[in-house]
């Protein structure tokens, strides 16, 4: 049985977005299709799907159990593409993850274990001690916000502070608030279930002049005891067309283990 806490360590990406508040000033509120069309596609297309973040990074993963940080090298690509590699102080990596919009794929050559499954929440958390959808991880650390589920997603915004305000509501329920910056740079998510409830914050901190990507990206989870934190040390995006890094090899010799 695998062992939940054994990547209590490790896990978890960076896109920017595009000038959203030209030409919104004042604090009037806009109607529900003030960003839609074009409008809501131009908010995630700084760096698009052909882009590939190259990146060494720290995670810091905090539970209830304490604080966990690690060292990794990361690929990462809209909208669910992702390669990691924990880096360890000496030696070669003991821990291999990918993941495609259709397969998982972990690694741990110390075990011998091999595992491949659906890239869902619920088979990361047998890896983490909380649940996480991929493409939302993706998403986040590439500095572009998650999907909401289904079509017709609706849209406000309106001004807070020095600050644009965009509400997205899913007609399922599920929607997010996100904050930009007069330049257009994400600072702030709040994500919310279908009942209203909060599931977890996001925070965009640290640019630097002329780069699109926040170089510290932080999740809160609504318990307000877990988070993850990832920082990037060294970050390169690149045009990139071929997949294939995102599908790890079977090493000879190991065994398969399916998750679903």
């Known amino acids: 049985m695998l062992n939940r806490w054994f990547l209590i360590r490790p896990i978890i990406m960076v896109l920017a977005f595009s000038m959203l508040v030209a030409g919104c000033a004042g604090k009037n509120v806009a109607g529900p299709d003030a960003l839609s069309g074009k409008s809501s596609e131009m908010i995630s297309r700084t760096i698009d799907e052909g882009d590939r973040i190259v990146a060494v990074a720290r995670i810091a993963l905090t539970t209830a ?45 110390s075990r011998g274990e ?22 939302d991880l993706v998403m986040i650390f590439s500095g572009a916000y998650p999907r909401l589920p289904g079509k017709d997603v609706s849209y406000k915004r309106f001004m807070e502070d020095a600050l644009m305000r965009v509400d997205m509501t899913a007609p399922g329920g599920d929607s997010q608030s996100i904050w930009f910056a007069q330049n257009g740079q ?72 399916q998750m679903d």
């Not at 970050?235 to 071929?242: G, H, L, Q, S, V």
């Open 65 to 109: 159990q304490g604080n966990y940080p690690v060292r990794v090298a990361l690929i990462l690509q809209k909208p669910s593409w992702l390669r990691l590699e924990m880096l360890p102080v000496i030696g070669t990596p003991d821990f291999f993850l990918t993941a495609t919009p259709d397969e998982m794929r972990i690694f741990i050559p």
């Open 186 to 257: 994400p600072v702030k998510l709040v994500r919310k279930g279908a009942d209203h409830g909060e599931i977890y914050q996001a925070f965009y901190e640290d640019y630097t002049p002329g780069s699109p990507v926040a170089r510290r990206i932080t999740i809160k989870m609504a318990d307000q005891v877990t988070a993850v934190s990832v920082s990037y040390t060294d970050i390169n995006i690149e045009k990139a067309t071929d997949m294939s890094i995102f599908k790890l090899p079977v090493a000879a010799g190991i065994k398969t283990i």
């Open 114 to 135: 091999f595992y491949a499954g659906k890239p869902s929440a619920e088979n990361l958390a047998r890896f983490l001690p909380w649940a996480f959808n991929i493409e």
